[in-house]
């Protein structure tokens, strides 16, 4: 077995292992809106949940060459954005939103995906989606980097779930109708494939 230490690499080999290594990862698509009104939307992998009571959950947006993006400084700024499910009926469209654009063009248009009103706040969602949750920010870090941080970890919590009326039934969401897709590496992602059932200990 290789024993390798990640600080003899560069950033690139250690993000290669650890986005080969911890598979599969859910994807956030995240709708924010800038100080200009501009509707932003990006798909991050480095995502999940941090506590139900109360509903939280984490996202840490990766800068690039210590320059933080569009979506964290939106987040800072407003303290708002929506997270949204990627599946399979949606994670075409989705794909085209990380497309580098200037902060004053709209990733929503360029991949014609539909807004939709939020309602505890400013930040609109996208229709594509069949879970979206509005949040608000509780609290960021800058971590990482020997100089200049290397990305903005945000805890947000939970203030409204919109859920398809499909895949809802008695208090739980059907994983198959959900159809989640995860991010692999490179150009892969995976979905759910098959679901088996283990009993936890008592």
Do not use: W
Not at 37 to 62: D, E, K, R, T
Not at 119 to 132: D, F, H, L
Not at 153 to 169: A, C, L, M, R, S
Request: hydrophobic share 35%; aromatic share 6%.
């Amino acid at each position: 077995m290789l024993s390798i230490d990640p600080a003899s690499l560069s950033e690139r080999e250690n993000y290669k292992f650890l986005i080969g290594s911890i598979i599969p990862r859910p994807i956030a698509f995240v709708t924010t809106i800038s100080k200009d009104g501009v509707l932003n939307g990006a798909p991050f992998s480095y995502f999940n949940i941090v506590s139900s009571n109360p509903p939280m959950i984490s996202l840490s947006i990766q800068r690039s060459s210590g320059r933080q993006k569009d979506t964290a400084r939106n987040i800072m700024e407003s303290k708002e954005f929506v997270i949204h499910i990627v599946d399979d009926l949606n994670v075409e469209k989705i794909n085209k939103t990380a497309a580098n654009l200037p902060p004053d063009e709209s990733e929503i248009e360029l991949a014609n995906l539909t807004p939709v009103k939020s309602e505890r706040i400013s930040v609109p969602g996208v229709k594509e989606a069949k879970i979206r949750m509005e949040c608000s920010m509780e609290h960021s870090f800058e971590l990482g980097g020997s100089n200049t941080p290397g990305c903005d970890f945000i805890i947000g919590k939970v203030v409204q779930f919109h859920i398809e009326n499909d895949i809802y039934e008695k208090g739980r969401i059907d994983p198959r109708g959900l159809g989640a897709v995860s991010r692999l590496a490179g150009n892969y992602y995976a979905k759910i494939g098959e679901i088996f059932e283990i009993e936890r200990p008592k």
